[in-house]
């Protein structure tokens, strides 16, 4: 059976996730792989979570990665990267942001924000390839602070088995080309963060 991948991508409303799909969508699409894409948004524009299933491979047949399935979970909140762990396979990847955005719960005092995410975290298999940074603090210095997301495609680009000039071509037909320039710095940021 040939291989699909499976790439799962959460966040916070405004936080860029649609587009962080779109760019990894043009990449996929041009080299002539089958894409199945879902989008949850939920309460995006009130600071819900927003989702997006992804899964292409010579043939796809759905876009819906059930529990335990995606080999990819790129989450741009720490909570949202813990909301959707259960979905992603023994030894897949997560690339995360650190950064904490407070749920309505938690802003109106009826909820605590978990503060052992990262325990828990760390106390995983293994197995898991995690990849956790401050993105937010990444797109600052490129000068876009809401290029967040494009930094964390950058850190996935680096695990996916296309070439980095794909993932530019495809800022240069997905990005307005007034955030161009420091949506490339920002994609460029993540993919070598942890290069080394």
């Given at each position: 059976?040939?291989?699909?991948?499976?790439?799962?991508?959460?966040?916070?409303?405004?936080?860029?996730?649609?587009?962080?799909?779109?760019?990894?969508?043009?990449?996929?699409?041009?080299?002539?792989?089958?894409?199945?894409?879902?989008?949850?948004?939920g309460m995006a524009q009130r600071g819900g979570s927003v989702l997006t299933h992804m899964r292409y491979g010579e043939e796809v047949h759905s876009p819906l990665i059930e529990a335990g399935q995606a080999d990819?979970?790129?989450?741009?909140?720490?909570?949202?990267?813990?909301?959707?762990?259960?979905?992603?396979?023994?030894?897949?990847?997560?690339?995360?942001?650190?950064?904490?955005?407070?749920?309505?719960?938690?802003?109106?005092?009826?909820?605590?924000?978990?503060?052992?995410?990262?325990?828990?975290?760390?106390?995983?298999?293994?197995?898991?390839?995690?990849?956790?940074?401050?993105?937010?603090?990444?797109?600052?210095?490129?000068?876009?602070?809401?290029?967040?997301?494009?930094?964390?495609?950058?850190?996935?680009?680096?695990?996916?088995?296309?070439?980095?000039?794909?993932?530019?071509?495809?800022?240069?037909?997905?990005?307005?080309?007034?955030?161009?320039?420091?949506?490339?710095?920002?994609?460029?940021?993540?993919?070598?963060?942890?290069?080394?």
């Open positions: 059976m040939p291989k699909t991948t499976s790439i799962l991508m959460g966040g916070v409303g405004g936080q860029g996730i649609i587009l962080a799909s779109k760019i990894l969508a043009h990449v996929i699409q041009a080299h002539g792989l089958d894409l199945k894409i879902s989008e949850i948004h990819y979970i790129v989450a741009s909140e720490k909570l949202e990267s813990w909301r959707w762990l259960p979905f992603l396979r023994p030894g897949g990847t997560l690339v995360m942001n650190t950064q904490e955005i407070k749920p309505v719960p938690v802003i109106i005092g009826a909820q605590k924000y978990p503060q052992t995410i990262m325990e828990k975290m760390e106390a995983l298999s293994g197995q898991e390839k995690i990849y956790a940074m401050d993105a937010l603090e990444a797109a600052r210095a490129c000068g876009q602070p809401k290029a967040s997301n494009v930094v964390l495609v950058g850190v996935l680009a680096r695990s996916l088995e296309f070439p980095l000039e794909s993932f530019l071509e495809a800022l240069e037909a997905v990005v307005p080309a007034r955030f161009l320039e420091t949506n490339k710095k920002a994609f460029m940021s993540g993919y070598e963060h942890f290069s080394s």
